[in-house]
């Protein structure tokens, strides 16, 4: 049975860092790409970032503040937050698409991804 499972998100101030984590089961990372969405309240889901074997890649919600990694020997994926802006106050949620080598160039479709987390939230305020 494939799960994503979404941790680590939190309140946190302006300015302030996060890591977000997403453990995966069921199948391994080597031949999926994954990726992370979020979205805010009265808006669409946007991609932020995917990672695979052979290539990652970076939305524009990214602003060079958000960065996607992975490790396979953990079989999870991450998304680290610096710089956090109240408009990154968001539910966050972490996707896989596969088997595939790669993420594609329509990897910021949310209709690319076959299994998708629950979600963890992630507030940004003073």
């Known amino acids: 049975q494939v799960q994503l499972v979404e941790s680590g998100g939190d309140m946190v101030q302006p300015g302030g860092s996060l890591r977000l984590s997403c453990a995966v089961s069921?199948?391994?990372?080597?031949?999926?790409?994954m990726a992370w969405f979020r979205q805010a309240p009265g808006k669409e889901r946007e991609g932020i970032a995917c990672?695979?074997?052979?290539?990652?890649k970076y939305g524009d919600a990214a602003e060079g503040r958000f960065f996607i990694s992975r490790v396979t020997m953990q079989n999870a994926a991450y998304l680290q937050i610096y710089n956090m802006k109240p408009e990154d106050t968001a539910v966050y949620y972490c996707?896989?698409?596969?088997?595939?080598?790669?993420?594609?160039?329509?990897?910021?479709?949310?209709?690319?991804?076959?299994?998708w987390g629950q979600g963890t939230q992630v507030t940004v305020s003073s």
């Open positions: 990672i695979s074997t052979t290539d990652g």
């Open positions: 069921g199948f391994t990372l080597d031949n999926y790409a």
């Open positions: 996707a896989a698409r596969g088997p595939t080598m790669g993420c594609g160039p329509q990897w910021v479709s949310d209709n690319e991804y076959d299994y």
